[in-house]
């Protein structure tokens, strides 16, 4: 009976009924004086409007994150699509609908990218670092594999910290026998790995496990800060020798590598330095990944406010 | 038999016998052959640049920042005082010298300035903010009322942090008032006592005081940052409430202002709006100070470093 | 028969009856052919939009900024509120209502604010900037005490200029103590009071007194200009000193601080660069001030457009 | 007798008598105890430093900007060329040398020039921007036709700003004809011979007439605000109408374009926009000429401070 | 029949039946579920949407930048005005209308301007530059004459190139005349006519001419390299002497003036800089003129975003 | 009989014997009227400023680039090093000396580094951009063996240009694997191939082939426009397709990343987003090991111009 067209492909007219995301739920009255819901509904392929008019339940405004099965049609509404919702219900336990096909996830297996991450840290020759970087592994195991790497911009969903960790410390490890001359493997591994773990704190995420706005002290101290004080104090703990914990905390005030860009200081080391590109190009060819997928061979995209430009996609 | 005349009063030709700091000391080979000592002598009016020809001790590189007891006359080179030294020794326990002529200090009655402090912190009505500055305080007592508040710039004497902090708490003070609608007086001056406690960690100094360099975290981490470090170390230890020591941690963590001034994040609630202002003014009003003093009336001084501009003196 | 209810506590589909400002009227033909008012009204805690459908009189579109009773419901459009108007007339001298309750006002007593003023600037010791203040207060008068401080941004209510000024002479005369060294007082309250007098002529304002527009005279010469020009005039008439005058003009041209700000010079003498430092502290505590009485403890406002960013209110 | 060889022209090993001017006079003490006199001589075809050793008069130090009649060699010191001066005296009435061969002027007949100003000015069509323009030619006749356009950068020489002002004034009459849709002649060419009169207040000259410094009023006002306080003061006087005055205040408040240029206002009417191009091209031709002029052909200038960059003078 | 009102002049309310061109055609359905078109209509006084309710042809989505015959109703909507089409159909070759009226024209006799234009080249006494210039007019002899000079911004009309060019020569060989010392005006007015020719390429135009969009091309290589390209393959063809073709080449790079502002790289020398200037100016006076066309004389215009500010047109 | 002691190595006071490169010879006459020569000799190890007093040959001034055999003794002026020569004549052909020692060579073998290069242009699949290449390795054979990179800054040394190419060369190759969901392996390896072959016009070199100073042409045209403007008639000429021929222009036309970085456009693919970060990352890790090479671990370094910044080098 549900045909769960994915939002991505539904076109105007269409007869739509199946499970969706809610969220931005608003019960309204309208100027004619009669009540309506207005909410956004998404799958993992897009997002859209909704609108329930002579609303009558049963949905409330605190329902926002949950799964509802609903019924309706698609129509259009200044120039974009929009769902006009006919019935609309919560689903319950009793209901058979894939979350995976609601909630958008990393196109990576999380276990195999989680061992290759073991692996790599694994690999690290000097035991201060090493120690470290399995010791704060285990203690954030769980948020490490699941957290998005940002609100929207690039890598917003979920394990999208892992792929981009990942990413990046696959071109740590090669970029360090390139440049092995002034870069210390070791270093660059244990800060490309620990660079967003102050996004743990710096997040606050839905019940599904999506990126919904900054906490207060993400907003007031960042995730720069908040990252390189964990540092500090598990240095002390584990007692690593002052000047690898300052350069650990280094490598994470300065990964932004401009203070315009959000960098507590500038980086002043090789391997901060190094990070530093490596972080930029790891979030751009995301960026470019996810807008190229939305555009013609041979055109342009629309602009990318992650980039500041439109970018072409060749034939 | 000593005439210790004043660096700032010295004229060419003048012969000079007396107790001066040394600094920068380089023993060379004149390209006639011959060694000779190079080195910057300095009271607490000035500093000049000073020769030993045909130099055969007996001071060596390493007595940097010493007093030494000197006899020579000043002549001229390349358009400014040189002191060509006839005679140097270091200065012995014997001698008798005021160190006080020799180290420039803040212009401030130390213990008065140190009980005021404790005043103004004693009158805060929050427990939290209170307690915490208080054990700050006793925690840093010496080094706060000792450290300069900067290499050059503004304050590099003696006590320039402490007289710079008093001088920011007055203005606090008298500010909380001023908006109360929005300032918490206790938030303010908390941030305000504690926002350059980094500097403690961020300077290299000279046995006698004088800051010589920045350390190496210094550099790497900065003092913004090793400032909120203990600030959340301490609020641990304290169990002073989250929301109070996050407000802390902002307010040390913004206080340049803007991030291409230095600032990890911009000040984003009122207090560390304002404290990030207070510093300004205060750190501009000493440098207009330290400018206008050497500046005749109803003349401009010459450029300014810290300001990046000439300033005037009105009649 | 009246409610009369305030504009910042009206509901979605609530019955209205009152006296409110009228703004922005547009008489127009609906695409369904038929004529309809649009309109803001506004009291002195918020502003609507309103409409009235069928429309056939009796207000015509220069009727701007004048009081009416209406009578509506509050509907909902685009997600705000809306009055849709049932009936509406221009007040005339019989009706009684308040019209305080319409044009915000400045929460200060206006004859205590201006006696504090006469009273500070009576304290001056200098006869020549005295005696130019008091002239130039006498002069003003009406406008100074009734004048806002700006259109919108901060201090954009009735005697907003009287109470911006005021709180600066406040801070002036305190810092002008702690500064002694520096500062003159005497020339720092004078080019305090004056320094916003030009906005006289950049205003326009409404017959009710608020702001409505800039002046073309103060679009293409600017308020500092206008300001330094009626300084240097008086100046002639009251044989005041060149150099008092020029001090005085300078005070008034850069006390915008930077000319990306629109200094027209940059301060260059201790008093233009506490001005400077003086209005950007009482005019950012003052956003802070009309932002976070709209922000509930513990979060963050919307993004302020005079501050460039979101702030946060503390608990 | 005298040889007066053009310093441009100098050789190392060179015997130089002639007249000079003379500055930077400073009477000086060397190490070895022997006085000297250090200064810089100049004539207008460039400028070296000079030394009289074992200096025993008759020149003092406050003979600054006078001409010298000398006896010396040319040396070389520091990469560069120093005279070293065996006699040395002031010159006197009954010396015979030509002040124009001292002090660069203007590559203009003074006289022409003039004229054609005042032609120009004539064939104005609005009474009242003529009759304004010839009012203030007349008062200013005397230091319009000798000052200097500046200090350094460009035009640095007698009569460089009516050489300046006529190349503008040639300039605007043509534009003002090709883009006579939306240019005033009349409001352009007034703007334009009145752009740089604040000049006059905004520069220091020696006796001779060459800008050595700027006053303080210069720096504190800006000559931009000064020519528009005296363009403002003299329409009052003359009656013209508001509309005019404004407009020529604003041309004058706006030449410089952009407020990092130094912009009181930016050009906000099209013949204030015209107006700062004009100088803007003015200047930088001229920069280009006494750039070029010293250029081989087919090679690169040095880096000139005005443009900010190197510049090449093609075959 | 007809009666063809120009765009500029429709009042809300009128009937209006005549030819227009049509773009941005968009057939989709309403939320109440029938059909309706969108698009906007133009002439050569302006732009205006339009909608046909209830639509069922005969225009499809691929007619863009045809002209249409329609008759409806000017009603409006969100502030503007919007046609309500109530019959439309394709203009055929039996239908009697003028192009010109509806497609924007640059308001000169492209004629003489051409002429004129040849006229300034065949002046050029420099035997290289003559003919390399006559050879690419001859060239591209279709394209010049015909090519708007901007999508927007400024002279974004038919003949927009040639109005533009022939301005800018006509400025250019009066200030070759004017800084005849530093400037060749051969090689300015060889740059001057080729600076823009590179548009050739970088626009995409409509059947009728218009930009409508930029090509790829035109985004990736960008107009100053395509046309220094053909220069240089043009220079080598004709054997121009290589200093000759590389200066040619450096002041198309170089005539946006700054590389923020698109300069591929700076003007280093005389004709360049001056060129860059003299297309700026020739934009800007542009810009003013199509600005203030619109506004009415003593007030200001809306912010005009070629300019970034709004603009007054005095009385 | 040679010591041959290495530049880096020498200490005041030596004596010196060998062979060294000279360069910047000036003969001039000092102030006590002896001719002397000035002039700079160097090694692969340092630079160092050298006087011959009482110069009466046998080298002119312009011999500038060659190998001299040299005695003298190290002496110190101005705080540096200062080669006091006795003896000097040029090397001839019967003379046995190390040019290698004299002329900094990139650190590796040309022969396996051209290889490599080869092989890797060699493995791409696109024939089109594959045969492009290798011509232009053909072609240019021996100036991309044998370039710096740069005049100074880093890579200025002999090889210079095929070690960041091959380095860069490596990271593509790599990086190219890591995003194969965006990067066409084979677009970028031909863009960094090609990215500064451009340098080969921009440079002017000395005989042996270091960077003395820029071309003209490499002034005004810039190393990316010629690179581009190869490539387009290459393309030509090969008949390579229109958009692999723009892709490859883009390329070279955006990797310096962005205008103010010298960019004629910003890269708009991701190609040319990730080659100017690999670039700007194997620059920048050169300018790193340089610089750290002289840098005491645990320590800064001084300012380094390329960076903008001093550098620490950890323990």
């Not at 120039?79 to 336990?93: F, G, S, W």
């Not at 101290?221 to 000047?243: D, I, S, T």
């Amino acid at each position: 009976m549900e045909n769960n067209i994915r939002i991505a492909e539904m076109q105007i007219g269409q007869a739509v009924q199946g499970f969706y995301l809610v969220n931005d739920i608003r019960i309204r009255v309208s100027s004619a004086g009669s009540p309506y819901l207005s909410a956004r509904i998404s799958d993992n392929t897009g997002v859209m409007d909704a609108k329930v008019w002579n609303y009558s339940g049963p949905i409330s405004e605190n329902e926002n994150g949950k799964v509802v099965l609903l019924q309706g049609e698609v129509t259009e509404f200044n120039r974009t699509h929009q769902m006009k919702i006919e019935r609309i219900r919560l689903a319950t336990e009793e209901d058979h609908y894939n979350l995976e096909d609601l909630i958008p996830v990393a196109p990576i297996d999380r276990q195999d990218a989680l061992s290759e991450v073991f692996e790599i840290i694994g690999s690290m020759e000097d035991d201060d670092y090493r120690v470290f970087c399995q010791t704060m592994l285990n203690r954030h195991h769980s948020a490490f594999q699941s957290l998005p790497a940002a609100k929207s911009v690039h890598h917003a969903f979920l394990s999208g910290l892992l792929m981009h960790t990942l990413n990046m410390l696959r071109a740590a490890n090669f970029l360090a026998g390139l440049y092995s001359e002034v870069i210390s493997r070791d270093l660059l591994l244990a800060g490309t790995l620990l660079h967003d773990f102050g996004k743990e704190k710096e997040f606050l995420c839905s019940e599904l496990g999506l990126v919904t706005d900054y906490s207060v002290p993400g907003k007031l101290l960042g995730h720069l800060y908040m990252g390189a004080v964990e540092v500090a104090e598990m240095a002390n703990e584990l007692k690593m020798p002052e000047e690898k914990s300052m350069l650990l905390q280094h490598l994470l005030l300065s990964h932004h590598g401009q203070p315009e860009y959000g960098a507590a200081v500038e980086p002043q080391c090789a391997e901060s330095e190094l990070l530093s590109l490596i972080d930029l190009m790891d979030s751009r060819m995301e960026i470019y990944a996810e807008t190229l997928a939305d555009t013609q061979p041979g055109s342009f995209s629309g602009k990318n406010f992650g980039l500041g430009k439109a970018v072409y996609r060749h034939k």
